[in-house]
């Protein structure tokens, strides 16, 4: 298999191009799939083939040409269906092993969805779509920590019916295989986070925490697992916590995504686990407003471009 991180354009109208370039720029090697005139004005770029690596000198464009060119900031309806297909090219290239990772640069789903009819929640979902995978696991990692969020965009108040024990069991199994074949850990050691304030406080601020939690993780554990919990979420992020686990499993959305995005707002990396490929993206929105600008820090992107390549590197090992 080529070692070789396939790059998507993401939306064209976004920040996507510009921080591909900047990190290019940076030292990062990479194929990027798109269409070269959505790059910034001057980029040096040379087309290569499918399965080519990037090389050095001027960035490796695999070139996919779309409808309409790109304003920035201003999201196309006739180049919705090219991010699409570029994310569909990417997916057969990986699983046809010319590449070994995708990182994938951001969508607005509202635009695909108004444009080309975009049927899935988001990236994950359609990338476990293409890959004939039923259930994947959306992780969340920086240096100082990892976070899964079991639920992740449903509202508030439908946390507690969804937060099932087959759900948190299966993500669970699925971030403790991710955690051994991805990221090389031998034995990891995974915390729990509780639903309800205090991990319920026995009872005194809801059930769910003694009733479906605790006994999943101490089933879990009985198996070998290297788990805790339920843990109360208030206690779990800061320094001296993180240090005694590997990946924090949380109850919701804003659970997992708050702790890291106040560590480490700009390099937090978006993995999906259970793919039977690597995916990785910068955990960062099209940014619209300030796209074309030369503003967009390209430092998520950078992060998510070499996690992408150490997790390769973990599966070939």
Not at 89 to 112: D, H
Not at 125 to 138: C, I, K, N, P
Not at 157 to 163: E, G, W
């Amino acid at each position: 298999m080529s070692r070789t991180v396939l790059l998507t354009c993401g939306d064209p109208a976004g920040i996507g191009p510009e921080i591909a370039v900047k990190a290019w720029a940076a030292g990062e090697r990479f194929v990027w799939i798109g269409d070269p005139r959505h790059l910034p004005p001057g980029t040096p770029w040379r087309e290569v083939a499918e399965g080519e690596t990037p090389g050095d000198g001027a960035m490796a464009v695999l070139r996919h040409d779309f409808a309409a060119p790109a304003p920035p900031g201003q999201p196309v309806a006739a180049n919705a269906a090219g991010v699409v297909s570029v994310i569909e090219r990417a997916v057969r290239l990986v699983m046809a092993g010319t590449a070994n990772a995708v990182c994938t640069a951001p969508i607005n789903k509202k635009a695909l969805k108004d444009g080309a009819g975009f049927a899935f929640p988001g990236h994950t979902e359609f990338l476990a779509h293409l890959a004939g995978v039923d259930r994947v696991v959306m992780m969340l990692a920086c240096p100082g920590l990892r976070v899964v969020p079991t639920t992740i965009h449903i509202p508030l108040s439908d946390v507690p019916a969804t937060l099932t024990e087959a759900l948190l069991e299966e993500t669970i199994r699925i971030t403790h295989a991710s955690l051994i074949r991805d990221f090389g850990i031998v034995r990891p050691r995974l915390a729990v986070a509780g639903l309800n304030p205090h991990a319920g406080e026995g009872g005194a601020m809801g059930w769910e925490d003694e009733r479906m939690i605790r006994p999943l993780v101490a089933r879990l554990g009985e198996e070998g697992m290297a788990i805790i919990g339920p843990s109360p979420a208030d206690t779990m992020f800061h320094a001296a916590a993180r240090a005694r686990y590997d990946v924090a499993i949380c109850a919701y959305h804003d659970q997992a995504l708050i702790p890291i995005k106040t560590i480490d707002f700009a390099g937090g990396v978006n993995v999906t686990l259970g793919l039977p490929f690597v995916r990785t993206s910068p955990d960062h929105g099209t940014a619209y407003d300030i796209a074309g600008q030369g503003r967009a820090d390209p430092s998520s992107l950078i992060a998510a471009l070499r996690m992408a390549r150490e997790m390769a590197a973990a599966r070939l090992r």
